[in-house]
């Protein structure tokens, strides 16, 4: 949640933070904020809104300064107002301040200082920051900022400049994540690559209770006592192009668009010339991996989905049960957990508090956690035990779209992987589904060319205000995630359902005018899904079938609709069977003219509980 972007370098900063926090406007978007220091001192200019609003303000009042930090917000604690956007400043206004995450306590530290005179000009928790900077007036901003990541509590990623230091950034980092880029005679930081990587490629992920000190020429990195930590400096590989819409109205289109690719990349190297499943990176002992004797899966949002999708492939293909969880929910049911299981924490960011919470409690139990992300040096990468890397590059509109395919084909590889270390399956069966998975790729691409067809037929429904979508087993989590994509995108009421329950108590709410759209890709339970589709053709429904290609006939009777996906065996066909819904989901929401790639009320990366 939030992003934040500083330069202190030859330029005027202000051509640094204005692009990069524009690219990091899918963090937070409800308002921005800018702090320099130049040859007048610190000016802070902020607004309510959209970048477009601030840069609308510094038009109209231009500041200068070759050093500076900047924010977008999405609003935690004290509404989206112009007085709450960062950066906040100290009483003097010598200090400002910007910040990613929570400060827990900040009700406590507000009412210390209240009690020492300190004035607040916002209702936010980061402003207490500010004032304990000022309290250590005495001390250089670099020890002050190490004193106050002592005191504060929870999730922050901040940066902060003084006025008496006016050649240096001073920055801090716990549980939310900040990146340093290293440039020639400039530095840059920021919550995330793309807002400086069109300056710099080379870049330095900062690890939890570290504070960093930059000015032009150097970069120095410490431990909260001021020991001086390894700095490991790393070149980016993708470019900022990858980063940018390449020629699409919106990244949410280019990202459905680039998952083919994104596929192959994620395969590449992970399966040797005699079809054998490797994972490089994956620091996870063979003995572990036999050990184990159950599997835990705990994620949020679209990667919960593809956790419902794991629990299947991993209990078909290895025979380990698998218990699933929203990673919100798993500390508070007190699962049994000990050395004997494996969690899988899944986060494309791999920033999400409540699933780095959740594998943070499953590792104090004693499980061995792998990760699956799509961010290398991510929190989840390296607070893991072992990881697996989609690679996806870059997804920048809201909507998970290419890292969700990844995780699918990821998770299906992961599974197949240890059925082959445990000998769960025999070879030639392993063999002949990474052979398929190998086909997604292209299967994918034949997916992409149902577009037209989606286009046309959700004109039909620019008035529709309920969706129901169906589907049992394998197709279920691909109906959740088709009605996950419509909500936060199209703001229509979806409900993702298993076909089967829908006549326990849901079937009430299916009359002329609702679309039930059913997923019937698994051939083990397709005609039960069929069955429940005309179920909700005599109540009045109008029915859209996703089926393989060549089952049409079978659904013609019951079906308004037919969309056809490229066939895969076994649960294959869950990626191609995901595409044609977030078509779905993307021109529904297009239609009402509404901002896919930043829909209202959310972020990209939720850094919060
Ligand atoms: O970065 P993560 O995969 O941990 O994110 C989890 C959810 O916040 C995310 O999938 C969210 O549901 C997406 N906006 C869905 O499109």
Known sequence: MCGIVGYVGPRPALDVLVPGLEGLEYRGYDSAGVALIGSDGLAVTKTAGRMADLVSALESQPVQGSIGIGHTRWATHGAPTTGNAHPHRDCDGSVAVIHNGIVENWAALRQQLLATGHEFSSETDTEVIAHLIEERAGLSLADAVREVMKLAEGALAIAVVRTDEPDRIVAARRGSPLVIGRGQGENFLASDIPAFLKHTKNAIAVDDDRVVEMTADSVAITDLDGNPTPIAEREIEWDLEAAEKGGYSTFMLKEIYEQPTAITDTLRGRIDGTGRIEFSELDLDTKIVRMI???????????????????YAIERWTRLPVEIDIASEFRYRDPVLDDRSLVIGISQSGETIDTLAAIRYAQAQGATVVGLSNVVDSALARDADAVIYTRSGPEIGVAATKTFTTQLVMLQLFGLYLAQQRGALDPGTVGNLVAAIQELPQTVERALKLEDQIREMTTEWSETRDFFFLGRAGDFPVAMEGALKLKEIAYVRAEGYPAGEMKHGPISLIEKGVVVIGVATDSHVRAKTLSNMEEMKA???TIVMV????????????ADHIIAVPDSPDLLCIVNAVVPLQFLAYHVATARSLDVDKPRNLAKTVTVE
């Open 547 to 558: 089926v393989e290609e060549g089952d049409e006939d079978d659904v013609a009777s019951v």
């Open 293 to 311: 004797d159950k599997v835990f899966v705990v994620a949020c949002g679209t990667s919960y989905h593809a956790a419902m999708m794991a629990k």
């Open 539 to 541: 109540r009045g429904g």
